[in-house]
T-cell receptor, first 114, second 107 residues
Framework: EAEVAQSPRYKITEKSQAVAFWCDPISGHATLYWYRQILGQGPELLVQ????????DSQLPKDRFSAERLKGVDSTLKIQPAELGDSAMYLC????????????FGPGTRLTVT | KNEVEQSPQNLTAQEGEFITINCSYS?????LHWLQQHPGGGIVSLFM???GKKKHGRLIATINIQEKHSSLHITASHPRDSAVYICAVGYNNDMRFGAGTRLTVKP
């Protein structure tokens, strides 16, 4: 069964360092989402792509976060510089079309900033 | 006030017990999802509902659109059901998530 892939699964970094996460959505899925989940809370949307275009990045802290999906397939989320408050689970999801009807989630990357 | 409220926040049960997790929402939705998140972090979609009731194995999900309420039931609970269960609603091409219910089933 097709799955959303993410790497790394775990990342420990020092504050002020740069960190990057990678996501490979299910083949053929046009829409890709990056979520941040703080411990004890539900996921919050950071950025949504339709193919290679950003359709919603209103909650992305653009001073330090960036995301790209250059060829409309896999995507990279970067944080530079990382801050202690960025410690969280970063989840990637994809869906066939830009609706909320069926999103498939990856295993997530757990980031710890020390 | 959160748009999606879940209760309880934490739930501990003995193996075999019948479990109910509730979700209330305040926005007009196109679909409601129940998700399961294990300690490793990955999220699995259990159900997507827009009306009525769905059943999969020991899991049952119901939704009442008029009351803006959904329930997830687990019959004959088992320790492997221990996870965080998250309610999410589809709204304006976006998903709004509840904070989750942490379920622990003891043998």
């Amino acid at each position: 069964e097709a799955e959303v892939a993410q790497s790394p699964r775990y990342k420990i970094t020092e504050k002020s360092q740069a960190v990057a996460f990678w996501c490979d959505p299910i083949s053929g899925h046009a829409t890709l989402y990056w979520y941040r989940q703080i411990l004890g809370q539900g996921p919050e949307l950071l950025v949504q792509f339709q193919d290679e275009s950003v359709v919603d990045d209103s909650q992305l802290p653009k001073d330090r976060f960036s995301a790209e999906r250059l060829k409309g397939v896999d995507s990279t989320l970067k944080i530079q510089p990382a801050e202690l408050g960025d410690s969280a689970m970063y989840l990637c999801a994809s869906s066939l079309v830009r609706t909320n009807y069926e999103q498939y989630f990856g295993p997530g990357t757990r980031l710890t900033v020390t | 006030k959160n748009e999606v409220e879940q209760s309880p926040q934490n739930l501990t049960a003995q193996e075999g017990e019948f479990i109910t997790i509730n979700c209330s929402y305040s926005v007009g939705i196109s679909a409601l999802h129940w998700l399961q998140q294990h300690p490793g972090g990955g999220i699995v979609s259990l159900f997507m509902l827009s009306s009525g009731k769905k059943k999969h194995g020991r899991l049952i999900a119901t939704i009442n659109i008029q009351e803006k309420h959904s329930s997830l039931h687990i019959t004959a609970s088992h320790p492997r059901d221990s996870a965080v269960y998250i309610c999410a609603v589809g709204y304006n091409n976006d998903m709004r998530f509840g904070a989750g219910t942490r379920l622990t089933v003891k043998p």
